[in-house]
């Protein structure tokens, strides 16, 4: 069975400053890996997503993730924070071709500070 | 391009009342997915549908059933509403993965408040 855990449930950031938001992944298969974004009253927009290409992954309004599979992580960044940054994020996990659930870590909220 | 819909936005009901969720996925997508998030944690998947049945189901009561019609659209059915049940409702559409494609769009959810 797989499991996320998000490091940090509060992280508070100067605006310009380095977004990096913790998260490692338990899974008995090569995983499918997922950062999402949510803000008050909305559902979940997807950031990006690795499945099995390339290690370091773009996704939008510029956060990328890397994963890592001796240390079991998909940490996510953004060089510099923005107040539109604060918001929900949560990473999640899905599990082979025959998995389709996506299983979510608690989530960590970004507050960003002017 | 529409995405995905649900409806109501907010719902208020009270204990043992029954309860039904309305979700429209995403034009072209053929799967949807239910998830319950309570407030302050990360969504709990509840059951994914395709081709009109239930393909797969997380740990939830048979309180909770669901449906999915030909258009692709679905229903999530909660009885006998517990206090416990009060959360964010939300609806994920995908294409079938085994058409290796992954990627679930999420709704704005339905927020359930039991009293």
């Known amino acids: 069975a797989q499991s996320v855990t998000q490091l940090g449930s509060h992280v508070s950031v100067s605006e310009g400053a380095l977004v990096l938001l913790r998260c490692n992944y338990s899974s008995s298969v090569p995983p499918y890996l997922f950062w999402y974004v949510q803000y008050p009253n909305q559902g979940l927009q997807l950031l990006l997503k690795?499945?099995?290409?390339?290690?370091l992954v773009k996704g939008i309004n510029g956060f990328e993730a890397e994963f890592k599979k001796s240390e079991t992580s998909f940490h996510l960044t953004k060089p510099s924070a923005h107040m539109s940054d604060a918001a929900e994020y949560f990473c999640?996990?899905?599990?082979?071709?025959?998995?389709?659930?996506?299983?979510f870590g608690a989530g960590t909220t970004v507050t960003v500070r002017a | 391009d529409a995405g995905v819909t649900q409806s109501p936005t907010h719902l208020i009901k009270t204990r043992g009342q029954q309860v039904t969720l309305r979700c429209s996925p995403k034009?072209?997508?053929?799967?949807v997915s239910w998830y319950q998030q309570a407030l302050g944690q990360g969504p709990q998947f509840i059951f994914q549908?395709?081709?009109?049945?239930?393909?797969q189901r997380g740990n939830f009561p048979d309180r909770f059933s669901g449906h999915q019609f030909p258009n692709y659209s679905s229903e999530l059915n909660v009885n006998a509403l517990l206090l416990g049940d009060s959360a964010l409702y939300l609806c994920a559409s995908s294409l079938d993965r085994r058409l290796g494609r992954n990627e679930q769009f999420f709704g704005p959810g339905t927020r359930l408040t039991v009293l």
């Open positions: 549908y395709y081709e009109e049945e239930e393909r």
């Open positions: 690795y499945t099995s290409a390339a290690t």
């Open positions: 999640a996990v899905s599990e082979g071709s025959n998995d389709y659930k996506l299983s």
């Open positions: 034009s072209g997508h053929d799967t």
